[in-house]
């Protein structure tokens, strides 16, 4: 009897629970959150779900603080934060380094600050690397470096840094903010998607090479142009305002439309309509 009793309040503490928000979510894996990291640096070789329990520092400065060395990896910093020796300590390490060749890692859900080079970095050869709702600050190179193939980053903020976000081929970064930034804000390679973002106070807003699409971003007072794609990309529905340089500067056989810009400039064989602002 006291154990229905007992069941009984459990359900009704359950049910009279206030609804989460909608951003919530919970962690599945039987009742454990992963394996915890717990002191720098650390060393993944293990495919699964690794996190932090407590922000860390990293103690060696001449090391990186967490290095992927597999596939199949999901590290959650949990609202956590890795901290570094600063990015003006002369020393060149990461916070989250991922090997070549790795496919299929997501980084999500915290801080990380005050690394010399980059926040994090995957380099040629990985694919697959998604980094979702992180803030990075102060770091010496770029915030979020991602050399590979097939990435993603969304719902980012990077802040104070050598660069802001750089992806590789057939990419995409959607939703985020880059700041104050002393190269681009963010950089897409061939095929890839800048959509939905905010770059401010940088050198380039957004800086594109082949085939690329950029669109409903909005970039705002940057040292030079606020956009600035190579050839054959699609450039529709952005705003670029108070940019030192040209709003929009485009290479060739680029489609231009539907854009709010203070300045456009275009190369030979381009499709341009239904821009307003200064443009020609």
């Known amino acids: 009897m006291k154990r ?17 928000a909608a951003d919530f979510y919970v962690i599945g894996g039987g009742g454990r959150l992963g394996t915890a990291i717990t002191a720098l640096p650390y060393t993944i070789t293990s495919p699964g779900l690794y996190c932090l329990t407590q922000n860390l520092t ?24 890795l901290t570094g020796a600063g990015k003006g300590s002369g020393v060149n390490n990461s916070g989250i380094v991922v090997a070549a060749t790795r496919t299929n890692v997501e980084i999500r859900n915290g801080s990380i600050k005050a690394f010399g080079c980059d926040g994090i970095y ?3 050869g990985s694919t697959g690397i ?17 050399t590979g193939s097939n990435n ?3 719902d980012c903020v990077v802040m104070d840094s050598g660069a802001g976000i750089s992806v590789g081929l057939s990419s995409l970064v959607k939703g985020s903010q880059v700041v104050h930034c002393d190269g681009e804000g963010i950089y897409i390679s061939d095929g890839s998607t800048a959509l939905g973002n905010t770059v401010r106070s940088c050198y380039y807003g ?4 082949l085939g690329a699409l950029v669109t409903d971003n909005t970039v705002s007072a940057n040292i030079d142009k606020g956009i600035l794609v190579t050839a054959s990309c699609t450039i529709t529905r952005n705003t670029a305002y108070n940019n030192t340089g040209t709003g ?4 060739a056989y680029c489609t231009i439309t539907n854009n709010t810009t203070d300045g456009l400039t275009n190369g030979a064989s381009c499709f341009v309509a239904d821009n307003v602002g200064n443009v020609p």
Do not use: H, K, Q
């Open 58 to 81: 990293l103690s060696n400065p001449a090391l990186n603080a967490i290095s992927v060395n597999a596939d199949d990896v999901t590290i959650d910093l949990m609202g956590f934060c």
């Open 152 to 154: 993603l980053v969304m």
């Open 122 to 124: 995957s380099p040629s």
């Open 130 to 146: 998604r980094v979702v709702g992180l803030r990075v600050r102060d770091i010496g190179n770029r915030g979020i470096y991602l």
């Open 206 to 209: 957004i800086y594109t090479s």
């Open 4 to 20: 229905v009793v007992g069941l009984m309040a459990l359900l009704i503490a359950v049910l009279t629970v206030t609804p989460a």
């Open 248 to 251: 929009i500067a485009a290479g």
